[in-house]
C-alpha cells in the first residue's frame, strides 16, 4: 500500500471541493441522501461503494451535469451549486473514456483548449506536455480505435488535464482494462495524479484502487457515506462490518475483555493480551474494546500446544506465489487468514494471534 499518492501527503489546508448535505434525486429513487465531505486543495478523494450505492451521482452532481435536490456544492471556497457545467472548470474522465473516433490523439486532448480559443501555439504547447506527462507523445498522430485500452486511459487523462481544471473527476478510470494491466496503470496514474497536484475524486468499486490512489476514501452506501478518512484509518479502523468487509480488511468480532486476555467467539476463544494490539483505541470513546478486527495477517499456524492457540477447520486452501489463502472455520465462524508455507496443512488446524496482530477497536 505504500504508493505515491500515500506517500505525498497534502500539505494545503485550503478549501479544494466541499459537499455540504447534498442529496440527489431521480423521480422516486433518492440516489446521495445527504453527503457532506471536505476535500482540500490536491487531495486526491476516492468514493467507494457497491454498484448503486451513488458514487456517480455525487460525480454527476460535482461536475454539474446533474443538480442536487438539497445541498450546496463549493469549488474552492465558491458555491457553484447553481453554475453551468461549463463553468465549473472541471476535468472529466469519464467511464468509457469518451474519446472522439475522428480525431488524433493530439485532436482529443487540445480540444477543450480549442473550444476555449487558447490561440494554436498555446495549444501545441500544451497538448505537447501533457503527452510527455502519459508518455504518448510518439503517438500522437493516432486515431483512438488504433491505441490499447491503457493508452486510451492514459489519453483520456491527458484531455481532462488540458483545461488545468480545478477539480478532476475520474469515473471508474482503470475498470475497462484487463487485471493484468490495471496494476501498472494504477501505478502510472498514481505517479501523473501526484505529478499534476489536482484536487480529485476518483468513482471506483475496487478498494484495492482506492487505498492505492486516494489520499482519503469515503465508504458509500445506499447515497449515504458511511465512513470518511485516510486508507490507513479505514483499514485499521474500520466502523462496522460492512466497512471492514468492503475493504477486505478483515471480520470484526465481539469481545469479552478479562485482565489478561481478550476473549471472543461467545468465550470459546481466548486471546491473551499479548496478540492484540491496543494503540489504536480511542480509549475514551464510549463501547471502545468491546470488538477486535481479525486481518488476514493477524494469524499464524501454531502448534498444538501453543498458549491461546485454538482449533479451526480448514474450508479452502488457496496457493498464491508467496502465501497460502486460507478460509478456516473457527468455533463456526469463518475467517480469512494468509499462511507463509505449503498449502497441504491437512483438515484441522491449530492458529494463533501474532504478536499484536488483532487489532483491538
Ligand atoms: N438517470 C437516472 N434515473 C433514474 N435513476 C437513476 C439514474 N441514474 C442513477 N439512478 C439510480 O440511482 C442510484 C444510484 O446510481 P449511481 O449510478 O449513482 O450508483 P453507482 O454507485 O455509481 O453505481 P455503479 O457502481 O453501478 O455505477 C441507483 O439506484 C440507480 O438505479
Redesign the pocket.
Known amino acids: 500500500m505504500n504508493t505515491s499518492a500515500m506517500s505525498t501527503s497534502v500539505a494545503s489546508t485550503s478549501p479544494g471541493l466541499a459537499l455540504d448535505d447534498v442529496s440527489v434525486r431521480?423521480?422516486d429513487?433518492l440516489?446521495v441522501d445527504g453527503v457532506t465531505i471536505d476535500v482540500r486543495e490536491g487531495e486526491i478523494l476516492a468514493l467507494v461503494?457497491p454498484?448503486?450505492?451513488?458514487?456517480?451521482?455525487v460525480l454527476r452532481s460535482i461536475a454539474g451535469m446533474v443538480r442536487p435536490s438539497t445541498g450546496r456544492i463549493r469549488i474552492g471556497g465558491t458555491d457553484v451549486t447553481s453554475t453551468p457545467p461549463a463553468r465549473r472548470n472541471i476535468g472529466l474522465v469519464p467511464q468509457s473514456y469518451a474519446m472522439f473516433p475522428h480525431m488524433s490523439v493530439r485532436g482529443n486532448v487540445e480540444y477543450g483548449l480549442r473550444a476555449r480559443g487558447v490561440n494554436r501555439a498555446e495549444r501545441t504547447r500544451r497538448t505537447d506536455e501533457l503527452l510527455e506527462l502519459v508518455h504518448l507523445s510518439e503517438y500522437a498522430g493516432r486515431r483512438p480505435g488504433a491505441l490499447s485500452g491503457g493508452q486510451r486511459q492514459r489519453v483520456a487523462l491527458a484531455r481532462a488535464l488540458a483545461i488545468d481544471p480545478t477539480v478532476l473527476l475520474l469515473d471508474e478510470p482503470l475498470s475497462a482494462l484487463d487485471p493484468q494491466l490495471r496494476a501498472g496503470l494504477r501505478r502510472s496514474l498514481s505517479a501523473n495524479l501526484a505529478q499534476v497536484g489536482c484536487t480529485t475524486v476518483i468513482?471506483t468499486?475496487d478498494q484495492q484502487e482506492a487505498l492505492a490512489l486516494a489520499h482519503s476514501i469515503a465508504i458509500?452506501r445506499d447515497g449515504r457515506v458511511i465512513q470518511h478518512g485516510t486508507p490507513d484509518d479505514l483499514w485499521n479502523h474500520p466502523v462496522d462490518e460492512f466497512v471492514a468487509d468492503f475493504l477486505g480488511s478483515g471480520r470484526i468480532l465481539e469481545t469479552l475483555r478479562t485482565p489478561d486476555a481478550v476473549e471472543v467467539l461467545g468465550g470459546r476463544w481466548r486471546i491473551p493480551e499479548s496478540g492484540i494490539d491496543v494503540t489504536r483505541v480511542e480509549r475514551d470513546s464510549p463501547g471502545s474494546g468491546g470488538r477486535v478486527l481479525v486481518r488476514r495477517d493477524s494469524l499464524r499456524i501454531a502448534d498444538a500446544d501453543t498458549p491461546g492457540s485454538t482449533t479451526a477447520r480448514v474450508l479452502h486452501a488457496e496457493f498464491a506465489g508467496t502465501v497460502t489463502r486460507l478460509r478456516i472455520d473457527v468455533h463456526g465462524t469463518e475467517l480469512d487468514m494468509d499462511h507463509v508455507g505449503p498449502a497441504d496443512l491437512g483438515p484441522i488446524v491449530t492458529v494463533a494471534a501474532r504478536d499484536e496482530g488483532i487489532v483491538l477497536l
Open positions: 431521480y423521480g429513487t440516489a461503494g454498484s448503486g450505492c451513488g458514487k456517480t451521482s468513482v468499486h458509500v
